[in-house]
């Protein structure tokens, strides 16, 4: 939201403006941090992956160490050159004969063997083999895909033909609307969706999102067919309102929990197989959704609403029934809850362990 708060408020200032710097200069805004992305890329180091192994001695270790943020575990998979460089300075005082490098190292390059062991023995079918993976799969499949389609696509895309819709038709007006919804929204994702998560719970945080989302889309849509009969204002004005508070109840599940949601509840060997579904669903509901919304706003106006309110009611059946609950378990718990069995007394130990450690 961050972004979108820089476009929205960019555009509210220069649209007044008469030339074609109206438009020129919030593109340019957007242009801008890609650029001092690309500036700071040539302080990348070096992919090490021709780097020789004779490099790796104590003695080039102490006259090539160099601070770095790089992640240790994508310094191991490029040949664990660098990785061991970063490990001697951070965890060893820069001692490159340290064995405490050399038992780190080594865990890190198991946990990689592992991990390329595991996805190497499994494809996408294993998504659809079994009961409790395709479960999985479903559930991916409508979070990304109900990311677009739970009425917020219609907003954020096509906020001026909704405040038309409803008499809101001044520049100055809808820009202003749309600059300080995209503030209520990073505040609503942050101060509120991300610190929910871990209290809530995920299924209890969806099913106030969902619902929170239909009662406000229908009292949405009410609102906006009266308006439509009688012209009158204030009810224009309350659709406004609704949408805000519609938006909260999007901000504190759907922008926490739409990647991190999938992830949870897919094994191991799966789980980055999973994620491609829930974000190639989302973007097929996208592709969907903007060549089919616009045409059907104009068609039909406020009446399009009860599209939305239908799929809300539906995407709320679907976390009734078909999501469980994940707050405070291990993923091989999580396992088990697929499996259709309860964690036992072991694995409770053992999540209990788990959470004492990370405390």
Known sequence: YVGAIIAAWSTYGTFRLESSWSWRIPSALQGALPLIQLSFFWLVPESPRYTQPSQLSPLNLR????????????LVAKKRIEARIVLTKHHAGGDATSLLVEFELKEIEDSISFEELVVSESSYMDLIRTPANRKRTFIAFVVGFGAQWNGGGVISYYLTLVLNTIGITSVASQALINGLLQIFNWSASVLAGALMVDRLGRRTLFLWSMGGMLVSYIIWTTLSSYFNRTLNQNAGNAVVAFIFIYYFFYDIAWNPLLQAYPVEIFPYSLRGRGLTVTL???????????FLNPIAMNATGWHYYIVFCCLLGILFAIVWFMFP???????EEISRIFEGKRPDATDELKSTEARTESI
Do not use: A, C, F, P
């Open 280 to 290: 190639g669903s989302t973007y097929v509901g996208l592709i969907i959704g903007q």
């Open 63 to 74: 006259n090539n160490i160099k601070d770095s943020d790089m992640s240790h575990r994508w």
């Open 325 to 331: 609950e994940t707050k405070g378990y291990t993923l």
